[in-house]
């Protein structure tokens, strides 16, 4: 890879680490909003959508229907957003999302509930919520493609898992306001205004991101290809390799969002626990997840993206069940429970550690930012988006408390399917785009010889 002046100076690592910083915070943002509308699930529950009467479980159904309202807005976003960033350059979309994203965010705290304005509250918040989706869906196309496109040679697994790690951050940092907010504050007050103030503070996180990328450059590889390059890819193999990538991750959508941010209002809903213990659960899942998901992203520039995942995939489709089970039995130790949610968000971090640097070597430069973000978009949107949802909604109406632990290993069952599947693109148009020395050839060249 040619470097300009100052990447020569550096030997490449300034630049690197810019990247890093001016990738990862975006989506710090963005998942410690998400973290905390699902940890406030139930206060936003009974305030935008649970009238004079209505029933606690109808209006979480109803706060997770808009939750995943956002997320099937994603796509549309990685789309859109993802398409600017592979014409336009990376930088100036990631400048976009994040004030987009730091914007609604902060508007949600600012949102009039049912009790002050009736139906309009719900539709106000739906809004945010779409605004967000879209935004989000820009985000993780950008960013994977900053990131792993500015990483060294032979390290781009390391640096893709980077977004994963600021993932787990963001979720803990949203864990942690909402576990100090709920330690000082009485439960009326935290049901009355504590809920806004998580919401309020994505104003300075995202005044700060924002200044990390207006001092981001352009990443190396799209500028040697140049805004002009727009060299046709046939069409079936862009769709064939967006819908086998949003397969191959789909676990990792499906058990992260089951354990790691549906967790506190299961727990509450279905397990009687109060909202305290919901959330030292969740911080001992986030813990675990964010654990693993450095040293999964180096093994797997060691000995493939693949292998890495199929384990994590696999552990799932093992361990669900029993995890959950210890969960529920009233003679478990607090120890012991504690240990199988730290379990629950280890297995996931395997998976969460190569996927970013995975998705991104499976599309060619002229179409990373698109076809990245669209995969992990319409992923999360059918299997993250709608997890809440159908797990809430499943409990309800079979009365089975186990539902989460099968819906986590179902997707990642089908999502080990996917990996063992053969990439899309062949010769020059996919994996030759990557010609940095020392990196490990894709795993399916490992696996399948063809």
């Known amino acids: 890879m040619e470097l300009n002046h100052e ?6 690592r300034r630049p690197s680490v810019r990247a890093l910083a001016a990738g990862s915070v975006g989506n710090f943002i963005e998942w410690y909003e998400f973290g905390v509308y699902g940890y406030f699930a139930t206060v936003i529950a009974e305030r935008f959508f649970t009238p004079a009467g209505g029933g606690s479980v109808e209006g979480l159904v109803k706060t997770y229907a808009s939750f995943a309202l956002a997320f099937f807005f994603r796509p549309v976003g990685a789309a859109l957003f993802g398409r600017l960033g592979d014409r336009i350059g990376r930088r100036p979309v990631l400048i976009l999302v994040i004030s987009l994203m730091t914007v609604t965010t902060a508007l949600i705290g600012a949102l009039p509930t049912y009790a002050t304005v009736g139906v309009l509250a719900p539709w106000l918040l739906t ?4 605004l967000q989706g879209l935004s989000a869906g820009g985000e993780f196309g950008g960013a994977v493609a900053v990131m792993t496109e500015f990483a060294p040679p032979g390290r781009r697994g390391l640096y893709g898992a980077w977004q994963s790690f600021t993932v787990a951050l963001g979720l803990l940092g949203g864990a942690g306001v909402a576990a100090a907010l709920a330690s000082v504050l009485t439960e009326a007050e935290l049901s009355a205004w504590g809920w806004r103030v998580p919401f309020l503070l994505a104003l300075p996180m995202g005044v700060g991101a924002l200044w990390l990328r207006l001092r981001l450059d352009e990443t190396p590889r799209f500028r040697e290809q140049g805004p002009d390059a727009v060299e046709a890819l046939p069409a079936r193999q862009v769709a064939w390799a967006i819908a086998l990538g949003a397969g191959r991750v789909m676990g990792w959508a499906a058990a992260g969002y089951a354990f790691l941010v549906v967790l506190p209002s299961y727990l509450q809903t279905a397990l009687h626990a109060t909202f305290r213990e919901a959330l030292t659960a969740t911080v001992l899942a986030n813990l675990g997840f964010a654990a693993t998901i450095i040293p999964a992203g180096l093994l797997s520039d060691r000995i493939g993206r693949r292998p890495v995942m199929l384990t994590g995939a696999g552990l ?3 361990l669900a069940v029993p995890l959950l089970d210890i969960l529920q039995s009233g003679g478990t130790s607090t120890p012991l429970k504690g240990l199988a949610v730290l379990l629950a968000g280890a297995v996931v971090g395997l998976m969460a550690g190569p996927g970013p640097a995975l998705l991104a070597e499976m599309f060619p430069t002229r179409v990373r930012c698109t076809g990245l973000g669209l995969a992990y978009a319409l992923s999360n949107a059918v299997f993250s988006g709608c997890a809440g949802l159908i797990i809430t909604e499943a409990v309800k109406r079979t009365g089975n ?21 053969s990439t899309a693109f062949n010769g020059t148009a996919g994996k030759a785009d990557w010609t940095d020395a ?13």
């Open 7 to 12: 990447d020569r100076a550096t030997g490449g």
């Open 127 to 130: 809004l945010l919520r779409v």
């Open 316 to 318: 799932v489709v093992v």
């Open 401 to 421: 408390v186990d539902v989460p632990a099968y819906y986590a290993a179902a997707a990642c069952a089908a999502s080990m399917l996917a990996l063992f599947k």
């Open 438 to 450: 020392g990196d490990r050839p894709d795993v399916g060249d490992v696996l399948r010889r063809h």
